[in-house]
């Protein structure tokens, strides 16, 4: 014989919502599983009562230091920094750049802010 999918109203009258539970453990395990959920539910809401801070180790309020906004995006800005630094470290003498335009200054801000590793360490 077939197998036939469960209509709705049978499985509506027939299966409990809620989470899985096995049977014969009795309301112990069911209890068990509502305190679980309940414990998912409050950590996904930011609450985490059973985590305790070190507060040797937390970050004491250091004033946020914010990135200037560029004009330019900051890919552009830092594959030019790229280029010049290896044309830098590879010693090629013709890579020019007009150093009045507003993405050179841009870039040479961004390198103030946020200096790159070396090649040569």
Same mark, same amino acid.
């Given at each position: 014989?077939?197998?036939?999918? %469960? *209509?709705?109203?049978?499985?509506?009258?027939?299966?409990?919502?809620?989470?899985?539970?096995?049977?014969?453990? !009795?309301?112990?395990?069911?209890?068990?599983?509502?305190?679980?959920?309940?414990?998912?539910?409050?950590?996904?809401?930011?609450?985490?009562?059973?985590?305790? !801070?070190?507060?040797?180790?937390?970050?004491?309020?250091?004033?946020?230091?914010?990135?200037?906004?560029?004009?330019?995006?900051?890919?552009?800005?830092?594959?030019? %920094?790229?280029?010049?630094?290896? *044309?830098?470290?590879?010693?090629?003498?013709? %890579?020019?750049?007009?150093?009045? *335009?507003?993405?050179?200054?841009?870039?040479?801000?961004?390198? *103030?802010?946020?200096?790159?590793?070396?090649?040569?360490?």
């Amino acid at each position: 014989q077939p197998i036939r999918p %469960l *209509s709705l109203s049978y499985y509506m009258k027939k299966y409990e919502r809620g989470p899985i539970v096995p049977r014969g453990e !009795g309301n112990a395990v069911r209890e068990e599983a509502m305190r679980e959920e309940e414990e998912i539910n409050r950590f996904e809401e930011g609450n985490h009562p059973d985590q305790q !801070g070190d507060p040797v180790h937390e970050p004491q309020d250091m004033p946020a230091h914010a990135s200037p906004l560029y004009s330019h995006d900051v890919n552009q800005l830092a594959s030019m %920094l790229h280029q010049m630094e290896i *044309s830098q470290y590879s010693g090629l003498p013709n %890579l020019y750049f007009d150093t009045a *335009s507003t993405m050179y200054t841009e870039a040479m801000t961004y390198r *103030s802010t946020f200096p790159p590793p070396t090649f040569g360490t």
